[in-house]
């Protein structure tokens, strides 16, 4: 059986709900799954076959905790087949310098930490504009305005592909070898 470790970092919370999802469906698949947040969760790549690790961009860079646990352990998580999920909304925005800009953050996330992840995969995340003071509510809908999201700031709005996620998780479990069933919707039906 796969061990499969999933840290992630959050700033309100989306990202630990893509680390539980993807958690979930990699159980589904037969693997034993360990979630931990740096910072709360004491997590030791050393005794996992494989490792994801989740952060969202939150002007530009990612959660400190989880680049510092990176940093710590990229070594380790260099040696295991591993990929790095970061939840954004600019992926949204079909704009060429969206693009860039995301490829550029991740690459500063690879230089400061030393970790080049196999895999990198953009995951559009959510407006939590009901949890938000007064200050980010506005800077939100104002960048939500210039990205192609919603400015509607009397509810949340999530981005999140989950179908995606779940085609996701089961490729990379086949990567890993072993038993692979096909993805299964939240209906018990094979996609
Ligand atoms: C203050 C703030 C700054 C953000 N900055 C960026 C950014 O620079 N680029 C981007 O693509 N998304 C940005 N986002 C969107 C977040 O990545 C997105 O809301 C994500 O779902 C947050 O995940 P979390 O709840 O796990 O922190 C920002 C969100 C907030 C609230």
């Known amino acids: ?11 309100d919370g989306h990202t630990g709900k893509v680390a539980e999802f993807l958690g979930s469906e990699l159980r589904r698949l037969g693997a034993e799954v360990t979630i931990a947040r740096p910072g709360q969760v ?4 050393r005794r996992f076959d494989a490792a994801l690790v989740a952060a ?9 905790p989880l680049q510092e646990w990176v940093t710590r352990h990229a070594s380790v ?8 999920i970061a939840v954004c909304l600019a992926i949204l925005d079909p704009k060429p310098r969206a693009r860039k800009d995301l490829d550029r953050i991740v690459d500063r996330f ?19 504009y009901t949890r938000y003071g007064w200050f980010k509510r506005i800077l939100m809908r104002w960048i939500a305005g210039r990205s192609g999201g919603s400015t509607d ?15 996701f998780a089961a490729e990379f479990k086949a990567s890993l070898g072993g038993p692979v069933r096909g993805p299964v919707s939240a209906h018990g039906v094979l996609i």
Do not use: C, E
């Open 42 to 45: 004491p997590a030791d790549p």
């Open 153 to 167: 700031t009397t509810r949340d709005h999530v981005y999140t592909d989950w179908p995606d996620l779940i085609r």
């Open 110 to 128: 690879v230089t400061a930490t030393g970790w080049t992840p196999n895999l990198v995969k953009f995951v559009p995340g959510a407006l939590m």
């Open 56 to 64: 969202s961009i939150q002007a530009g860079g990612f959660q400190h």
């Open 1 to 11: 059986m796969s061990r499969i470790l999933i840290a992630y970092g959050t700033t």
């Open 77 to 84: 998580l260099s040696r295991i087949p591993n990929g790095f």
